[in-house]
């Protein structure tokens, strides 16, 4: 666990507890989701061939669509704090 202590459903004493904090799991998914992606795309190109390949352009749609909605959520953003500002 990542925490110190019991688990207790007392306010007062949950507040005592300090959580250790956790600085591997991000770098960790950052570093091993990419390297599972193409290990997998190169097992299912050894073992179906045509089929990793639909595969690697689904997941690239995907990708492009993720990140289409993030540039839209980060432009939205940016314009509401101008216009926040500005007035």
Do not use: D
Not at 21 to 40: C, E, F, N
């Amino acid at each position: 666990m990542h925490f110190k202590g019991a688990i207790c459903i007392s306010r007062r004493r949950w507040e005592q507890h300090k959580f250790a904090p956790m600085r591997i799991a991000k770098p960790l998914l950052l570093v091993s989701t990419p390297l599972g992606i193409v290990t997998g795309l190169i097992e299912a190109y050894r073992l179906v061939g045509g089929l990793a390949i639909l595969m690697f352009a689904m997941m690239a749609m995907l990708g492009v669509a993720a990140a289409g909605i993030v540039y839209t959520i980060r432009k939205e953003k940016r314009e509401w704090t101008e216009s926040k500002s500005s007035s």
